[in-house]
């Protein structure tokens, strides 16, 4: 059972080919020293002796306000580096103030914020002047660690995302969703096997209320089935509980490696997908892989929502690049055969260029997250967060660059792309009543 689960943990999260990377995300996964993006995988249960409690979170230390007056966003890791659910849940007040501080190889770490709201647990933190010290990667003290609730050691699977600061500091966000039902409140055990530094207790409470909906949808396929076992919907995401299972020569053969969810709501909107994972093992001679997808979180539970397979494209092939300069007036940007989208307005205010773009495709959301910009040079300038949707719009997004330039001196760039290939036997759509 070991060698299963460890081979379809890989499998479930899969290292993605450079050119893959390029077609599904180049905004963002172009930066990968300053952006990183929560992917789950379980580890193996640990068990280990608690740390210590390092600071109360009953009051804000000194060292905490201080740090906190140095980020250039009022009160919250979550709202400067989080993504739209972290962001949702620090707007809504269900974050935790905390001030739990270590120091790991000369970097000072704070733990700054937690946020539980039933699904995945959020830990904002921030590394002191990371930049002046000899180091490799700012995010290095999150490899090897042990995870414990209640001093008891757990399954667990972890992501992650940041940004260094101009000041030089780095602010992050660790996401982790652990496999046992938890209590109400608890203590997250955080402790590091390479560096006894990092050893800290984490007082965690549920805040927020979410509603579940049992489904047990099935589809199935000569190879393939999938069965949709739950919906919850979250303040800070919406959760679907399913399982693939399949036989062991189909698992051997990859065909399904590449297989990802979109989910569309009874509006047409595509959902933003945040993070997944899951475990699984060999089962009466069948492999049955248990996953968690998790998608933007939604102000009111829709009438319906769609959830379509579908297979990436991985083929050792260069994207051919589109570019065009923008004139003051609606821009169509042909994205190959996943469609196209048009730039609708270009503003550059205080050294940030705000694009509106729309989408017309078969993936709505990775269409928009395929643009960026370039200056007369011909420097490239990304988003650092994913389009934000526009208010009331079905497929119309904001994106944001850092970038002082003026208007006249930008072109709009995006690249072509092959349609997913969806696989329409094994589509659902899951009708909550109200």
Known sequence: MDKWEEQIR??????????VEHRMNETLRSLPKKKTYPRFYYSAAAIFIVGFLLFGISFMSPTLAETMRSVPVIGSIFKMVGDIGTEKG????LTTLLGQQVEVNGQVITFTESLYDGSQIHIGYLIESYTQVDHKQSTDFLSDLWLTIDGKGVSYGMGG?????????????ISIKIREELPENF???IKSKKEKSLDVEIPIKKQ???QAFLVNELLETQDLTIQVDKVTFFPTSTEIAMRQIMDEKTYNNNKYEWMDYQVVDDQGRVLQPLSGGGSGGLSKGKIVQTLKQYFEPLENIPKSLTIKPYLWDVTEEKAEEVRA??????????????G?????????????VTLTVETTGDNGYYQSNSIWIEDTNGNAYYSENAPKRVEGTTNQYLLQCEANLAVEDIKVVTYKQKAPNYLEELEVTIEFEE
């Open 325 to 338: 300069k923008w004139e003051g007036k609606q821009l169509v940007l042909p994205q190959g055969e996943i």
């Open 161 to 173: 995302r940041g940004e260094e600061l101009k000041n030089g500091d780095y602010a992050g966000v």
């Open 187 to 189: 203590t997250l055990g």
């Open 90 to 93: 620090e707007e809504e007040g």
């Open 340 to 352: 196209e989208t048009s730039v609708l307005d270009v503003k550059s205010e205080d050294g940030i």
């Open 208 to 210: 927020g209320t979410n």
């Open 10 to 19: 890989l499998k479930a999260n899969p290292q993605l080919p450079v050119n």
